[in-house]
């Protein structure tokens, strides 16, 4: 049999041909474009048209019921039984149910005096409320101001412990199934968790506790976080678009539908025997939270959110800081969608419509259609259609179809339309991040149970600002701040700009250089708050 070479691929009767690499490579290119690569990458263009679709639809059935909730349903006081809580003098603090608060931490310096103290001064009878601070810290030097802190509260009659294990196993669902273990916790009907840079008001119980007590079949009454940074940087303005559109529309629109929704692991108050009856924490994924709300619900429990019942948080104001949070809560849904699809499935206790709720809108649109959506189409299948103009992709697809998707999104921060144009291209940029870790999470791959603690600055910048910073190395600097892969994909754009802008109809290239611009901004590290020294 004759011997078959790679030549023999490439006709060198064909008009144009050369013997140089370039010139071969071109030809190649000629070659296999139509027969494989158009039809691949038009079948790609129809595959994120069909995901288009689908989160347009969710978008718009969340925005229809949010104003038909507004606007028509009662507010939670009337369609729960609720009745305020009220001093008895005859029965004094015998009145008050026993509640128990977890605060878990984690090298906390910065913000462990806030959350402690916020704790401490709840509008609570003393004798009838259980401070727990889980702390899982490894620097000693922190370990021993938070327990002063405690104790410091604890001299003024407060009924606080300070809690530490040998291993930070489970990260913060250990931390917290450690804390329920204690005797004195079996007193307790309620928990109530604040991470540590969590401050309630002090009405916080009052007004929460009630809908507990009158409404045996509630399991959790979840708070919306207000965030005292916001306006830090542009960074933060971005998280509280994105936060608040989840706050105002998904939980609103889960707990008046459904009556259920992800449990935002903070800022929420627990009936302690609905976390038993669901099985307890789990740290089999890093949403932890979520993992205990889906069981708690598949168990018929309700969840209620109260939308004006607001906690002050801080947001990660560093980029580093954001990406490693947006890969926990992006890699864990997905991770969780893995392996509870069947238990949801085959449940027996909720009705069909809500399984279908849970599998199709809560976990497969949200949580993974979207982030894959976004950047495979974004940021990969429309510039190379640019590059490759024999694909069709239609303008409703492309640009109609987003806008309204656009605009849906931002009913959550309306102070912040101005700044929806550039939100859009950040988030494209971080839909990177996402899609990277949803692909971890369904995969079970490397990464898939990576915990970083998010980083909480406090007073950090007002504390650093007053004293010089220790310089670092140019190495060390490049390997902290210059990400390759956001580069690569800005180089990606700008070549499909420039072509689009040479030989385009449609205008793409405002959009592709715009997109190139944020990546290369990210790329090299020049997002959110920059620590000296850090």
Request: glycine share 6%; with cysteine.
């Amino acid at each position: 049999m004759a011997e078959v070479s790679a030549n023999s691929f490439i006709p060198e009767s064909l008009p144009g041909y050369s013997a140089d690499i370039a010139g071969q490579l071109g030809m190649l290119w000629e070659l296999i474009k139509v027969p494989l690569i158009v039809p691949l990458l038009q079948l790609c263009v129809y595959i994120c048209l069909a995901m288009s679709i689908m989160v347009f639809m969710e978008r718009l059935y969340m925005g229809v019921v949010i104003v038909l909730v507004k606007m028509f349903w009662k507010k939670p006081e009337k369609r729960y039984n609720f009745e305020p809580m009220k001093d008895d003098l005859e029965m004094g603090s015998a009145a008050f149910p026993m509640v128990l608060v977890q605060i878990p931490m984690f090298n906390e310096r910065e913000v462990y005096k806030i959350s402690i103290g916020a704790a401490c001064n709840l509008s609570w009878p003393a004798d009838r409320l259980v401070i727990q601070v889980l702390d899982d810290t490894t620097d000693l030097g922190i370990k021993d101001m938070v327990e002063k802190e405690c104790m410091r509260w604890a001299s003024k009659g407060l009924n606080i412990t300070y809690q530490i294990r040998e291993s930070r196993g489970g990260y913060k669902a250990g931390a917290l199934k450690e804390g329920l273990k204690r005797d004195y916790v079996k007193e307790c009907e309620y928990v109530v968790i604040f991470d540590a840079d969590f401050r309630p008001e002090p009405d916080f119980l009052r007004r929460s506790i009630p809908f507990l007590i009158h409404n045996r079949d509630i399991a959790l009454v979840q708070g919306r976080w207000r965030f005292v940074n916001s306006d830090e940087c542009l960074l933060t303005r971005m998280q509280e678009m994105s936060l608040d559109y989840h706050f105002t529309v998904e939980q609103e629109v889960g707990s008046a539908t459904h009556a259920f929704f992800g449990f935002n692991g903070t800022g929420g108050i627990w009936r302690i025997a609905a976390i038993n009856e669901a099985g307890g924490w789990k740290d089999r994924t890093t949403v932890e939270d979520m993992d205990l709300a889906v069981r708690a619900g598949l168990k018929g429990w309700k969840f209620l959110y109260l939308g004006d019942l607001q906690v002050k948080s801080e947001l990660p104001s560093t980029f580093k800081a954001f990406r490693f949070q947006q890969h926990r809560w992006s890699c864990g849904p997905a991770n969780l969608f893995r392996k509870m699809m069947m238990d949801i499935a085959m449940n027996k206790k909720v009705t069909l419509y809500k399984k279908f709720y849970v599998i199709y809108s809560f976990f497969f649109v949200r949580k993974i259609i979207a982030h894959m959506f976004t950047f495979v189409f974004y940021c990969v299948v429309l510039p190379l259609t640019i590059l490759v103009p024999e694909v069709y992709v239609p303008k409703w697809g492309a640009i109609y179809l987003p806008c309204i998707i656009t605009l849906l999104n931002s009913v959550g921060t309306p102070r912040s339309f101005h700044l929806l144009f550039y939100w859009v291209l950040f988030e494209n940029v971080m839909s990177f991040h996402r899609t990277k870790a949803t692909i971890i999470g369904l995969l079970e791959a490397k990464r898939v149970n990576e915990w970083v603690v998010t980083e909480k600055l406090g007073d950090t910048l007002k504390n650093k600002s007053k004293s010089s910073a220790p310089r670092r190395s140019l190495s060390k600097f490049i390997g902290d701040r210059v990400l390759v892969h956001e580069l690569g994909f800005a180089v990606l754009l700008f070549v499909s700009g420039c072509y689009d802008f040479l030989y385009g109809k449609n205008y793409y290239f405002v959009y592709l250089f715009l997109q190139t611009i944020t990546f290369t901004i990210a790329g090299f590290g020049y997002i959110g708050t920059i620590v000296p020294g850090n």
